[in-house]
């Protein structure tokens, strides 16, 4: 097979990981067309930086295709509506971005009949699962190539490798391995291979710049934020990228996460996510407020389900096109402000306010007085409910 039939797409991050990939795939001879997938993480100079490297490192074509319009409508604003955190932690900072990338990238390679589609994960990971998965599905046949997978090459290999050919890599960088996206920041390196150890101070991407508490307000229509400190933004990505400049520098959502994989191991991998934390639960507590018993129950239940499913790599199972349904339906009242306080290292709640809130709506003030029923009305509803339990099956066991 000559070049001209050897086209192959590589998922191209500018990392260390998938710069090897440029340059090792060029030198066994495929015509590497190198595809960023833009899901706000990258900058102008940032763009123009791994374009330069692609071709630096032998790359036939580079493309940053701007997709963070696309990511928020089909993915982020279900991680809202669902208020997703895995394992009541994580927001999917990578698990949804990765999914997102890897149908974007088959769909490139569609379009461009590519022979094969390389990506540059490596064998103890989710994303190898996520993008393997999407390629099987989106373009069946096509071969798929897994240079760091495949030759179970450690970081430092990597660097010794791109420097035989002339590229430095800084050393600094290639210590730990960071993914920076709009819904959050995943940082990985020696500690987070540990169960004890934490990561030092110059591996968050944030540093701790404010001390001072700082008062906000976010307006939510229909469960999307729309408003923050009484400006309305056009599009929602507007204001999620505003408050995060505002709460970045509390160095607020940093976290450890600790969880199963898709392979079956346990990881463990440092994240800082301010902007999605603070919508998350802002969100949260906006439909505690509006939302009924009943319709809250399920929703968990199901939002627990859709982001455990996301994160393995399920996306395409029509199954969460009928739960993306039901969790949109949940947000018809969701509408409202939410008073939080920005702290170093933390934000608080402090309280909500809707015409659909329930709790100014009802018929009685919780512990203090009722005007919707009497003494003798709940002497009746009591006497009732006890009935299931006035058993002497039910009894036996006190």
């Known amino acids: 097979m000559n070049k001209q039939n050897k086209i192959l797409i590589l998922a191209y991050s500018g990392g260390l990981d998938t710069s090897y990939c440029v340059k090792y795939l060029s030198q066994q001879n495929w015509e590497v067309h190198a595809v960023s997938i833009n899901t706000g993480g990258f900058s102008d100079k940032d763009l123009q930086e791994m374009e330069n490297r692609a071709y630096q490192l032998g790359a036939t074509s580079y493309r940053c295709i701007d997709a963070v319009a696309d990511y928020y409508q089909k993915y982020i604003r279900y991680l809202i509506y669902g208020n997703v955190l895995r394992n009541n932690t994580y927001p999917l900072s990578v698990s949804a971005e990765r999914m997102f990338q890897a149908v974007e990238i088959a769909k490139m390679a569609k379009k461009l009949k590519a022979t094969a589609i390389a990506h540059g994960s490596t064998g103890a990971g989710n994303d190898q699962v996520r993008f393997d998965l999407a390629f099987n599905i989106l373009c069946p046949g096509t071969q798929i190539i897994t240079p760091i997978r495949d030759q179970k090459l450690s970081r430092k290999e990597e660097v010794e490798y791109l420097k035989k050919y ?17 819904w959050g920041t995943s940082v990985g390196g020696a500690e987070t291979l540990t169960s004890h150890c934490t990561l030092p101070e110059q ?31 056009d599009h929602p990505l507007e204001a999620i990228k505003t408050l995060q400049k505002i709460a970045a520098p509390f160095a607020i959502g940093r976290h450890i996460h600790v969880g199963d994989t898709i392979i079956g191991i346990k990881g463990r991998v440092g994240f800082e996510a301010a902007a999605p934390m603070i919508i998350i639960k802002a969100h949260h507590l906006l439909e505690k407020h509006i939302l009924g018993k009943w319709q809250a129950y399920w929703k968990e239940q199901l939002s627990n389900w859709y982001g455990m499913m996301l994160h393995e790599g399920q996306y395409l199972d029509e199954v969460m096109r009928n739960i993306e349904g039901f969790l949109e339906d949940t947000q018809q009242q969701i509408t409202g402000k939410v008073f939080l306080k920005l702290n170093p290292y933390r934000f608080d709640l402090e309280g909500i306010e809707s015409v659909f809130d329930k709790m100014q709506l009802q018929k009685g003030q919780y512990g203090e007085m009722n005007e919707g029923w009497t003494g003798a009305d709940v002497k009746g509803f009591t006497k009732i409910l006890s009935n299931q339990f006035s058993t002497p099956i039910n009894n036996s066991s006190i």
């Open 166 to 182: 002339g590229f430095e890599w800084n050393a600094a960088k290639a210590k730990y391995s960071v993914n920076q996206g709009i």
């Open 203 to 233: 591996a968050w991407q944030h540093q701790l710049q404010k001390t001072e508490a700082e008062s906000v307000t976010l307006e939510f229509f229909k469960g999307e934020l729309i408003g923050i400190n009484h400006k309305k933004y």
